[in-house]
Every structure is written in structure tokens, then in C-alpha cells.
């Protein structure tokens, strides 16, 4: 076997062999990493409205909600939530569709007082898993 046959095998093999993990990189489901500041005094009202309401109505906007956790930060607390989506098309209609509901319009505003902010600044980012990530739910 000649050197450039042997370098062109090798080419090919390697190609092969991480093809599939590129593919799930590329091609896999989007996640998007939301972050609440919360407002310490209005946290349960906060959580209540996110656990009794958003999350129903999320999920029947096709909504994937994967985790939720409480953190903090400078000694702040957060509300911290992953969602998956199969595409990035998806995740616009159906964010699309959940600001335009209705029944979440109404509970928004029956919730939001002036004088006790529910929710301070929002950090939103949508990610992809590298192709050496381990397996993820």
C-alpha cells in the first residue's frame, strides 16, 4: 500500500468514525438556558405562577421543559430552567404562540404589581451539545 493510500484510508476512517457525533452536534435538539433574577419578597408568588400556570401552558405550546432549579447569585436568588427544542423553528412558534396566549396574558396581568416586581432581568441562551458531550436526557 503506498503512503498517500494509507493517508487517504486513514483520511476516510477518521471521517467515518466521528461522523455520527458531528451529526448529533449539528443536527441534535437546541437547548435554551433561562434565567430569572428574582425579587426575594415576590418569589412565591413567582414560583406559584410559574408551577401552577406557565409550565401547563408551556407544555401546550409544545413547550419541552427539561429541569428547573432555584440558584443565586451575589447572594440573589434566581430561577434557572432548561427547555429542548428539535429546531430552532420550532422554538420561535412556539414561543410565538405562548406570549400570544390568551390565558397567559391574563394571568400576567392579574400578577404583575408595580409596587413588587415579580422578576428582575432575564439571561436567555440557546445551545447546542459538541460532539464529544456525553449523552444527555
Known amino acids: 500500500m503506498t503512503m498517500t493510500r494509507m493517508a487517504l484510508g486513514l483520511a476516510m476512517a477518521a471521517t467515518l468514525a466521528t ?3 458531528r451529526a448529533r452536534a449539528e443536527d441534535g435538539p437546541l437547548y435554551q438556558l433561562r434565567v430569572y433574577a428574582l425579587h426575594e419578597a ?3 408568588v413567582f414560583h406559584s405562577r410559574f408551577r401552577d400556570h406557565a409550565m401547563r401552558i408551556m407544555k401546550r405550546h409544545g413547550f419541552d421543559i427539561v429541569a428547573t432549579w432555584e440558584a443565586r447569585r451575589d447572594g440573589k436568588p434566581e ?3 432548561l ?8 422554538q420561535k412558534a412556539c414561543w410565538a404562540a ?9 394571568i400576567k396581568k392579574a ?3 408595580p409596587d413588587a416586581p415579580i422578576m428582575g432581568e432575564i439571561e436567555d441562551r440557546t445551545m447546542r451539545l459538541t460532539d464529544y458531550s456525553p449523552p444527555f436526557r
Open 111 to 113: 400578577t404583575l404589581s
Open 42 to 44: 415576590s418569589r412565591p
Open 79 to 81: 430561577f434557572v430552567y
Open 83 to 90: 427547555l429542548r427544542w428539535p429546531d430552532e423553528a420550532t
Open 98 to 106: 405562548f406570549m400570544a396566549d390568551s390565558e397567559w396574558i391574563a
Open 19 to 21: 461522523a455520527p457525533t
